[in-house]
């Protein structure tokens, strides 16, 4: 069955230095979401991307977050700099399209920021 | 307002019991709601949906209810397993196509 890949896992960093999430979405599925969940709370919404274009980015700290989709297939996510309140898991999630309700995830980066 | 809520953050059921998880939304125009399954250190998983023009819909032991006039859903597991204990998460899809998520509850089944 396809899934979606997500690497690191794991990641611990300190404070002020830049980290990097990628994602590698289920084939075929043109939208991508990356999401911020923090202990005790539902997914929060970072970034949408259409194909290679962002449809919304509106929930994302353009300050210091940064998200691509160069060529429409895999995605990074960037914080740079990486700040405590930044520790989170970080999704990602794949679906044929926008208008498709199902959202499949990859298993997340744990990020760890000290 | 687009808010979902899941107001027990933890539930402990018998197993062979039934389990009912609630969820509470503010938005009457969210048209898709969806309860996603977690397990820990993984991605959630989609477990069951329903279109806001329903009121039940049913997939073997998991059934949701939708209350339009309460704003209201119920997910059913019945008769519940030990492998059911997880984190579950209620969402709800808005006009833009995007998915609203409840803080979710955590389903403790007990032997």
């Known amino acids: 069955e396809a899934e979606v890949a997500q690497s690191p896992r794991y990641k611990i960093t300190e404070k002020s230095q830049a980290v990097a999430f990628w994602c590698d979405p289920i084939s075929g599925h043109a939208t991508l979401y990356w999401y911020r969940q923090i202990l005790g709370q539902g997914p929060e919404l970072l970034v949408q991307f259409q194909d290679e274009s962002v449809v919304d980015d509106s929930q994302l700290p353009k300050d210091r977050f940064s998200a691509e989709r160069l060529k429409g297939v895999d995605s990074t996510l960037k914080i740079q700099p990486a700040e405590l309140g930044d520790s989170a898991m970080y999704l990602c999630?794949?679906?044929?399209?926008?208008?498709?309700?199902?959202?499949?995830f990859g298993p997340g980066t744990r990020l760890t920021v000290t | 307002d687009q808010q979902v809520k899941q107001n027990s953050p933890s539930l402990s059921v018998q197993e062979g019991r039934i389990s009912i998880l609630n969820c509470d939304y503010t938005n009457s125009m969210f048209d898709y709601f969806l309860w996603y399954k977690k397990y820990p250190a993984e991605g959630p998983t989609f477990l069951i949906s329903i279109s806001s023009i329903k009121d039940k819909n049913e997939d073997g032991r998991f059934t949701v209810f939708l209350n339009k006039s309460a704003k209201h859903l119920s997910l059913h597991i019945v008769p519940s397993q030990p492998g059911d204990s997880a984190v579950y998460f209620c969402a709800a899809r808005n006009s833009n196509y995007q998915l609203i998520w409840g803080a979710g509850t955590k389903l403790i089944i007990k032997p």
């Open positions: 999630a794949s679906s044929l399209g926008d208008s498709y309700y199902e959202q499949y």
